[in-house]
């Protein structure tokens, strides 16, 4: 599985699963281009890979914002050319009953999952279909898939990116380009490491957390990394308007 000569562009990929899918990537060959609201975590990214895989460039990037990710896509495909988008950036909020949470925050995150995965396709889907190919991946979450009590928004908000992902994936294979998602449990990094914070007794949380999984463990970045970098290759030539479950079999059991 190869990213040989491919250009990559990653939003979120200052840390977490953004910045594991950032280094797999171009240990794979690609040229990634790292970006980020926060520009100096999107820095570490570039400065973190391997020198000898180090053709990353870095740009900051809000999501939300439209016309600045329109000009980034458009910039980075008449430089390098345009392959894959990862649309991985996204934030959660506070466990909180539904009547306990404020509009504002639903609000936030409706605009950097939902919106920041639109504004995405919305930018690279025109280039993509007139040069006949491309792969996007939407980075989801098994939120999206089962109901999680007191995520409420989070679950609407990754609910949305699956089904919006099968719709953009049957509307754009007849260009050549092929849309994906992926549906991670909980990570050990970025949102899933803050989620057991909140807790009075992190370690025990965790631990419950971890007996819940047939694998008995979290999932580490990496692990959903290789996964994006699967659906984003030639690889997986045949596969679109999927959402791949990465959760050690939390949902099975
Ligand atoms: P993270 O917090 O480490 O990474 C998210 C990145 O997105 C951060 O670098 C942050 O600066 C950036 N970001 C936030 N708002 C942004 C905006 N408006 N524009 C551009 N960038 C913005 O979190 P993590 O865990 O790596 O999350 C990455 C993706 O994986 C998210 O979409 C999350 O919902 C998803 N996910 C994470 C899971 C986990 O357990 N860690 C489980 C399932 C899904």
């Not at 980020?36 to 990353?56: F, G, H, P, Q, Y």
Request: glycine share 10%.
């Amino acid at each position: 599985m190869r990213l040989d000569d491919k250009t990559v562009f990653i939003t979120g990929a200052g840390g977490g699963i953004g910045s594991e899918t950032a280094r797999k990537c171009a240990e794979m060959g690609a040229r990634v281009i790292v970006t980020d609201i926060d520009s100096a975590a999107a820095e570490r990214t570039v400065e973190s890979l391997d020198e000898a895989e180090n053709d990353a460039v870095y740009h900051t990037l809000d999501v939300t914002n439209v016309d600045q990710f329109h000009d980034l896509v458009t910039a980075t495909a008449n430089e390098y050319g345009l392959d894959v988008l990862v649309n991985n950036a996204g934030i959660g909020h506070p466990s909180a009953k539904i009547e306990e949470i404020d509009e504002d925050v639903r609000d936030l995150v409706v605009s950097v999952n939902i919106n920041g995965v639109w504004n995405g396709c919305h930018a690279a889907l025109p280039i993509m279909k007139s040069q006949g190919y491309g792969s996007i991946v939407n980075v989801a979450s098994l939120a999206g898939v089962i109901g999680l009590p007191s995520q409420a928004v989070y679950s609407l908000t990754k609910g949305a990116v699956i089904n919006f992902t099968r719709a953009v994936a049957a509307e754009s294979g007849p260009s050549g380009v092929r849309i994906n998602a992926v549906c991670p449990g909980f990570i050990d990094a970025g949102i899933g490491k803050q989620f057991f914070e909140t807790h009075d007794d992190p370690a025990a949380a965790r631990k419950r957390m971890e007996a819940q999984y047939p694998l008995k463990r979290l999932g580490n970045p990496d692990e959903v990394a290789a996964a994006i970098c699967f659906l984003a290759s030639d690889e997986a030539s045949y596969i679109t308007g999927h959402d791949l479950i990465i959760d050690g079999g939390y949902s099975i059991s």
